[in-house]
C-alpha cells in the first residue's frame, strides 16, 4: 500500500514467519486529470464462488477500467490450490474476487485490488478487453497455450496485458499456479507455463492505452480564383489548366 504520509510503500505479510523473503517493487504515479484509482480490500467468506466488493465511486465504463491485483495468506494456506485468485470488474459498481474451491479457511485469505481507471473520451481513449477460460493440466513442458484477444488491436506497440489465475491441486509441488502472459500479436496473447501439472483458471485484461487528442496542422495549400462566392470552383489560375 501506498503511504501518501511518508511517501513510502508498505508491504504486508500474512504470516510474520521468521523465513525472509525477498521482494522487487516499483511505484507507478498515473497523473492528470483522466486517472482515477481506487484500493479495494477483499476478506473471502467462502471458496468456489464469487464475492463483490463496492468501489467508494461507480466506475464511468468498465471498458476503461483495469486491475492490479495482490493477494496475501495468514495461517497454514500454502497448497496449490489456495496460492492465487481470480479477480475482475463485472459492473460499474462491482469487483468480483474468487478462491479456488478447494481453497481453505476462506476467512485467511485476502485479496486487495487496485481499480485503476482512464476517463478520457476524446482523442484516442483507453480499451479494455477482458477474457477468461480453463488451461487443463497436462502436455509438454514447458507449454505455452495461444488465445484469442476478443477483438484486434490498432497498435500492439501500445497496448499491455495483466492476468490473474488459481489452481487445482492440493500440496505444494510449486510453480504449478504460476503462469506468465504476453500478447503475440494483434488478435492473440498466451500464457507460458513451466509446470502444467494441475488445471488453472485465469482471468485477462488487454489493455489499449489512451493517446491524446490528435491536432491536425495543414501544411498544403491550393489558391482558388475569387468567385465572389462562399465556395471557390476554379483552382488558380483562371481557366482549365491548374496550378499543380
Excluded at 523473503?21 to 486517472?35: H, L, M, P, Q, R
Excluded at 467468506?45 to 466488493?53: N, Q
Excluded at 498466451?190 to 487528442?213: A, I, L
Amino acid at each position: 500500500t501506498w503511504n501518501g504520509g511518508t511517501t513510502q510503500i508498505d508491504f504486508t505479510r500474512g504470516n510474520a514467519g521468521g523465513n525472509p523473503v525477498g521482494i522487487s517493487w516499483a511505484a507507478v504515479e498515473f497523473t492528470g486529470a483522466n486517472w482515477v484509482v481506487q484500493r479495494l480490500e477483499h476478506t473471502y467468506t467462502l471458496s468456489g464462488v464469487d464475492e463483490a466488493e463496492t468501489p467508494t465511486t461507480n466506475f464511468n465504463n468498465i471498458g476503461r477500467v483495469f486491475l492490479h491485483t495482490q493477494k496475501r495468506m495468514i495461517g497454514g494456506e500454502n497448497g496449490l490450490d489456495e496460492h492465487g485468485h481470480t479477480v475482475y470488474v463485472s459492473a460499474t459498481n462491482a469487483v468480483q474476487f474468487k478462491l479456488a474451491s478447494g481453497a481453505s479457511t476462506p476467512a485467511n485469505h485476502v485479496s486487495v485490488a487496485y481499480a485503476i481507471e482512464n476517463t478520457q473520451t476524446a482523442g484516442m481513449p483507453m480499451v479494455v478487453t477482458r477474457s477468461s477460460g480453463t488451461i487443463t493440466a497436462g502436455g509438454s513442458e514447458p507449454r505455452t497455450t495461444t488465445l484469442s484477444i476478443g477483438k484486434t488491436l490498432t497498435d500492439p506497440s501500445i497496448a499491455s496485458v495483466v492476468a490473474n489465475n488459481y489452481s487445482a491441486g492440493t500440496g505444494t509441488a510449486f510453480p504449478r499456479p504460476m503462469m506468465a502472459v504476453s500478447i503475440t500479436s494483434t488478435s492473440q496473447y498466451e500464457f507460458w507455463q513451466s509446470d502444467t501439472g494441475d488445471t488453472q483458471e485465469y482471468r485477462t485484461e488487454v489493455m489499449e492505452w489512451p493517446t491524446g487528442v490528435r491536432v491536425f496542422n495543414q501544411n498544403y495549400y491550393r489558391f482558388y480564383v475569387d468567385n465572389d462566392a462562399v465556395n471557390p470552383t476554379d483552382p488558380w489560375p483562371a481557366g482549365a489548366t491548374d496550378l499543380a
